[in-house]
Antibody, heavy 116, light 112 residues
């Protein structure tokens, strides 16, 4: 069964930085594109970023472009999200999600980022 | 592309059917002929789980009481007989006109 485990969340002050990680297992990570999706407390889902399997293609939501950087290490089966210049409105649970069969087929359990 | 769900809250009696609508601002038919419209279910305190991909394809392990239909700009998720475990929030998602991938506002299903 596909496993995605996020880590790295926590409390950070506005303007600060945080790096999220997502450890993937039980599937061939290196051949799948990946995404980050977030959910503010009590709110809906917001797509954040995408990275192709080879890292040659990346995309960002307008709300995070220029502040967040997505990356991956296929040798370590890991996905990352470097978040800089954090704002109050970035407070959310961040999920990593595999991109297959029309996007976002499997999701991790999420990691909470609180900017305050 | 904006996707709009209705209703936002759906009270349902156990064993009765339920239906959720999702409408997009433009056709979700892609240049490759596919329509990238998915449905997700999120139980309280859990991460979302995909139920349906590309309009009508059920994911592995999803009960057959869940079905998806529609075309172009209008889509529907139907539950033939609601069970207690079906409570939570349902989201539609469009992945045709991306980036960005966009989600509907969510529909909260509750048991009467």
């Amino acid at each position: 069964e596909v496993q995605l485990v996020e880590s790295g969340g926590g409390l950070v002050q506005p303007g600060g930085s945080l790096r999220l990680s997502c450890a993937a297992s039980e599937f061939a990570f290196s051949v799948y594109a990946m995404n980050w999706v977030r959910q503010a407390p009590g709110k809906g889902l917001e797509w954040v970023s995408y990275i192709s399997y080879s890292s040659t293609s990346v995309h960002y939501a307008d709300s995070v472009r220029g502040r967040f950087t997505i990356s991956r290490d296929n040798a370590k089966n890991s996905l990352y999200l470097q978040m800089n210049s954090l704002r109050d409105e970035d407070t959310a649970v961040y999920y990593c999600a595999r991109d297959a069969d029309g996007h976002l087929d499997h999701w991790g359990q999420g990691t909470l980022v609180t900017v305050s | 592309v904006v996707v709009t769900q209705s209703p936002l809250t759906l009270p349902v009696t156990l064993g009765q059917p339920a239906s959720i609508s999702c409408r997009s601002g433009q056709s979700l038919v892609s240049g490759d002929g596919n329509t990238y419209l998915n449905w997700y279910h999120q139980r309280p305190g859990q991460s979302p789980r995909r139920l349906i991909f590309k309009v009508s394809n059920r994911d592995s392990g999803v009960p057959d009481r869940f079905s998806g239909s529609g075309s172009g700009t209008d889509f529907t998720l139907e539950i033939s007989r609601v069970e207690a475990e079906d409570v939570g929030v349902y989201y539609c998602m469009q992945g045709t006109h991306w980036p960005p991938i966009t989600f509907g506002q969510g529909t909260r299903l509750e048991i009467k």
